[in-house]
């Protein structure tokens, strides 16, 4: 059975106060983050039911199944009506574009059910007590009896055609079908389904989508006469100093490799191999430097990087804060993002002997 998703795109915002369905959000704007949902849901084909300014945004978009493009109506069910005009298939899935937090499995859930049972649309049960307020009086309305509407809202195509052929109007899908076919089935939405009307809504998705990201990072070098020892991009006087290839700065090692773990982008082994004679003796501090450009160049920031060194001798108490205040400049974060421990093994392992010094980091990244 074929599912065409109809996606309403021709809402104008008005209590947003900005054109909320063609702004980017974190890089991809609400149409395509909707359009998405409804692909991976299992729509075949869609029809986007555009105003002006989100005719050009559908164009733009690289939409991998076959569409339309239908301009929209003066109300939803205007709006409706006339993606149900343009739609084919068994089954239509109904979206409002600006709840572009929709999973797939949701969208999943809707499709199933209007294919097993002609409807199938995404409902909250109320948990708020509700009072219907009058001038003179309230009145408390059993809750157990209601649901907050939302979509995706599917049904088999004939049927809804029909409902919306009675010329009546609605805020939702549901109500159309329940007055001219019959009460729908639900299927339990989400609160992270949530329509962005507000700019406290716009707040939210921001926030929702600039969740950290982390990664961890690990490293170890030898521990050598006749090499300086560089730890946190500062030289520490000592009588010993790391072997490698680059300056072996073991911290800023780890450090990068959480960072490129956390985005993604393999290790400094695969950046600056040994084998590359133009990383000979360099600096860390550079590397660390390159690193933080590729982050940008993601539109990414570090959020946070804390570090432990594993280190019998020298002390590194002395030096902790000056290994911190250059990392963070390396990066272009603020030095109170940045946390630099020392621990010993206590004599054990080939740390505690002296051998080597290892070190382990953690860091965040997220969207700018
Ligand atoms: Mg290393």
């Not at 008005?14 to 909320?20: A, I, L, T, Y």
């Not at 339309?68 to 899935?93: K, M, Q």
């Not at 019998?312 to 000056?322: G, S």
């Not at 004599?347 to 965040?364: M, T």
Request: proline share 4%.
């Amino acid at each position: 059975m074929s599912a065409t998703g109809i996606l309403l795109c021709a809402g104008t915002s008005v209590r947003m106060g900005f054109d909320k369905l063609n702004t980017p959000l974190c890089g991809k704007t609400a149409i395509e983050r909707s359009m998405d949902a409804l692909i991976a849901g299992g729509c075949d084909a869609l029809v986007f039911v555009v105003n002006e300014a989100s005719e050009q945004t559908v164009r733009a978009i690289a939409c991998p199944v076959p569409f339309t493009v239908v301009p929209g109506g003066e109300t939803r069910t205007d709006s409706v009506r006339s993606g149900l005009c343009a739609a084919n298939g068994d089954v239509a899935v109904i979206h409002d574009a600006a709840r572009c937090f929709v999973s797939p499995a949701l969208v999943k859930a809707c499709l199933d059910s209007a294919r097993a049972y002609g409807s199938g649309v995404a409902a909250i049960p109320v948990t708020d007590t509700v009072l219907r307020v009058g001038a003179d009086a309230v009145e408390p309305l059993d809750r157990s009896t209601l649901f907050r509407m939302q979509t995706p809202q599917a049904f088999r195509l004939s049927d809804i055609r029909r409902a919306y052929e009675t010329g009546a109007s609605a805020t939702d899908d549901a109500t159309l079908y329940a007055q001219s076919i019959g009460v729908p089935r639900f299927v339990l939405g989400s609160e992270d389904n949530r329509k962005l009307t507000t700019g406290a809504d716009w707040a939210w998705a921001v926030e929702r989508l600039s969740q950290p990201v982390y990664g961890i990072g690990f490293d170890t070098h030898r521990l050598v006469e006749g090499r300086s020892l560089i730890l946190g991009g500062v030289p520490i006087p000592f009588e010993k100093g790391l072997l490698g290839h680059s300056d072996a700065d073991v911290l800023l090692h780890a450090i990068m490799d959480a960072i490129l773990g956390a985005m993604k982008l393999g290790d400094i082994g695969k950046l600056f191999p040994d084998t590359d004679e133009r990383y000979r003796g360099v600096s860390s501090r550079v590397l660390l430097r390159t690193v933080a450009g590729l982050v940008q160049k993601e539109d990414m920031a570090v959020a946070h990087v804390d570090a432990t060194v594993i280190c019998e001798r020298p002390k590194l108490a002395p030096y902790r804060d000056e290994m911190e205040r250059r990392i963070a400049e390396d990066l272009g974060i603020s030095p109170n993002a940045v946390s630099v421990k020392a621990t010993t093994t206590e004599g054990r392992n080939d740390e505690g002997k002296g051998l080597c010094i290892s070190a382990q980091a953690i860091a965040s990244v997220r969207k700018k």
